[in-house]
């Protein structure tokens, strides 16, 4: 089946789709709604909820990284690298499982995944969600995170973009849409488990939480693990020399355009008095971690 499109056409568009899913989950999802770090004019704020839905609910994505940060790589966290292991900190966690071949199949399920959780995500892992109560009293926000809403707006975006992608590239695009689909989800769910082993930690953050340019760069900015940790209420995650935070970058972008309102970032003190002496550049092993 060919499209009506040539193939060097596609890299571009799925560049600017990766983009366009992860402010939504970045920015909109996790610096607006979870930190409240910035604010938006009320369009662009629904468009950035809209596009960030294959994160998951609004309510339950707020509750549950909000429980993260409270209890980050200790016990009742649920997805921790030091407690659970790589793959359960990866994708096991959404599932609910342990096992280490069902953690990679979801991670490569692509659009299968998609479909499951349209109507696995909205039911699972809300046992948080009282402390999005914020998010909930939003109408559009808590419309969106209803189980029927949610699985219809999820399930519709993603079929216009599957139409979309296989009328102008025909089975080119099936193959290069289900790379996108297996990538984009990756690149945000490596935050959790990447970016708690590998990488520097100059900030002290009380946790596992890593700085990694090359996870900033594939999480649009949310790579800066270890500043974020530190700074959770920051608009701005990267604080080092030749720190990029794209998603940051974003948020100036809309402040200047008048799009955006009430960027929050920390103090010079506040950055001097949390700076770490020594910055190991990778994790203790599991049995060495302090209590």
């Known amino acids: ?142 419309a969106l995170s209803r189980p029927v809403v949610y699985a219809a707006a999820l399930l519709g975006w993603v079929l216009v973009l599957w139409v979309v992608v296989v009328t102008l590239w025909g089975g080119l695009g099936v193959v290069c849409l289900w790379g996108f689909h297996v990538l984009a989800y990756n690149f945000g769910d490596l935050v959790n488990s990447w970016g708690h082993v590998w990488g520097e930690q100059p900030w002290d953050s009380n946790d596992d939480a890593r700085d990694h340019w090359l996870l900033a760069l594939l999480a649009v900015g949310d790579g800066w693990h270890a500043g974020h940790h530190a700074f959770p209420g920051s608009a701005r995650c990267a604080f080092g020399p030749g ?16 799009l955006a309102s009430a960027l929050r970032v920390p103090a010079d003190a506040d950055l001097a008095r949390r700076r770490c002496r020594a910055a190991p550049s990778s994790p203790l092993p599991p049995s060495e971690h302090p209590a």
Request: charged fraction near 20%; proline fraction near 6%; aromatic fraction near 12%.
């Open 1 to 142: 089946m060919t499209g009506l499109l040539p193939w060097w056409t596609l890299p571009p568009v799925f560049v600017a789709l990766t983009l366009v899913i992860g402010f939504g989950v970045v920015v909109g999802f996790h610096r607006m709604l979870t930190h409240r770090a910035v604010r938006f004019v009320r369009p662009l704020e629904v468009f950035l909820v809209v596009t960030g839905l294959p994160a998951g609910t609004p309510v339950g994505w707020v509750g549950h990284h909000r429980h993260h940060h409270a209890h980050a790589d200790d016990e009742d966290d649920l997805h921790s690298p030091r407690r659970r292991g790589f793959w359960v900190a990866h994708t096991g966690w959404y599932l609910g499982t342990t096992s280490v071949t069902l953690s990679i199949l979801y991670a490569l399920a692509g659009p299968l995944r998609t479909a499951f959780d349209a109507f696995w995500r909205p039911r699972t892992n809300q046992q948080y969600a009282h402390l999005a109560k914020d998010v909930d009293d939003d109408p559009v926000f808590r």
């Open 243 to 258: 720190q990029v935070d794209v998603a940051y970058l974003f948020c100036r972008a809309c402040e200047r355009l008048g």
